[in-house]
C-alpha cells in the first residue's frame, strides 16, 4: 500500500529555515511526480512545488519561488522541501502528494504543520 | 494564468438530495486534466475524480463528473452523511492549480 508521511513541521520566526520531509512507502518516489501542496488555517488548498521525474525539473508557485527547494533522496525514498527565508504567510499544513494517473493528486500525506511567528 | 472558480461557496442540502457542484476555468484546461478531492475537517485531501470524469480507485459511483475546455462540474447523486465535506476542484499537471472550494454542508 502506498503511504506518505511528512515531518519536519514547527514553529520558526519569520526569516528562519525549515526543511520538511515526507517519507514513502509502497512506490519509489523517483518514479512519479511528487508535489507539495499547503493549506493555510481556514483557507483552501495550495500548489506550492512540483519534482518532476527528471529531478531536474522542478516548479514553484510564485509565492515561493527563490525560496522553497523540493528535492529527494531516492535512496531513503524521501522528498524534501527546504523553506528558506520564511515569512508569516508561509504558516500553514503542508502536504507532500504523489502525481498518479496524468499526475493526478492521488496519495496524500497526513500533513505536517509549520507555524511562522514572532 | 488560469484561474479556477468553484460555485457555490457553499451548498446546504440535505441528505438523499443530489449535489451539483461547478468549476469553471478561465481558460481552457490542457487535455482536461480536471480533478475533483473531497476534504473533510482535520483530513488530508482524498482524490475523486481526475481527467474530468473518471472515477479513482474506491470511489462510489454515486460521485459523477461532467465537463470539458473550461467548465466542469461533480456531481453527487444523493447524499450521504459522510459527504457532507469541502470539494476542491484542480487543473492537475504542470502548472497545478486549485479552485476555492464548496462546502456542501448539512441543512
Known amino acids: 500500500e502506498e503511504h506518505l508521511v511528512e515531518s519536519g513541521g514547527g514553529l520558526v520566526l519569520p526569516g528562519g529555515s525549515l526543511r520538511l520531509s515526507c517519507a514513502v512507502s509502497?512506490?519509489?518516489?523517483?518514479?512519479?511526480?511528487m508535489y507539495w501542496v499547503r493549506q493555510a488555517p481556514g483557507k483552501g488548498l495550495t500548489w506550492v512545488s512540483r519534482?518532476?521525474?527528471?529531478?531536474?525539473?522542478?516548479e514553484y508557485a510564485d509565492s515561493v519561488k527563490g525560496r522553497f527547494t523540493v528535492s529527494r533522496d531516492n535512496a531513503k525514498n524521501t522528498l524534501f522541501l527546504q523553506m528558506n527565508s520564511l515569512r508569516v504567510e508561509d504558516t500553514a499544513v503542508y502536504y507532500c502528494?504523489?502525481?498518479?494517473?496524468?499526475?493526478?493528486?492521488?496519495?496524500w500525506g497526513q500533513g505536517t504543520t509549520v507555524i511562522v511567528s514572532s | 494564468e488560469i484561474v479556477l472558480t468553484q460555485s457555490p461557496g457553499t451548498l446546504s442540502l440535505s441528505p438523499g438530495e443530489r449535489a451539483t457542484l461547478s468549476c469553471r476555468a478561465s481558460?481552457?484546461?490542457?487535455?482536461?486534466?480536471l480533478a475533483w478531492y473531497q476534504q473533510k475537517p482535520g483530513q488530508a485531501p482524498r482524490l475523486l475524480i481526475y481527467?474530468?470524469?473518471t472515477r479513482a480507485t474506491g470511489i462510489p459511483d454515486r460521485f459523477s463528473a461532467t465537463g470539458s475546455g473550461t467548465d466542469f462540474s461533480l456531481t453527487i447523486s444523493r447524499l450521504e452523511p459522510e459527504d457532507f465535506a469541502v470539494y476542491y476542484c484542480?487543473?492537475?499537471?504542470?502548472?497545478?492549480?486549485f479552485g476555492g472550494g464548496t462546502k456542501v454542508e448539512i441543512k
Open positions: 502528494a504523489k502525481g498518479g494517473i496524468i499526475h493526478a493528486l492521488d496519495v
Open positions: 509502497g512506490f519509489s518516489v523517483s518514479g512519479y511526480w
Open positions: 519534482l518532476d521525474i527528471d529531478e531536474s525539473i522542478t
Open positions: 481558460q481552457s484546461v490542457y487535455s482536461n486534466h
Open positions: 481527467g474530468a470524469f
Open positions: 484542480h487543473k492537475h499537471g504542470v502548472s497545478p492549480l
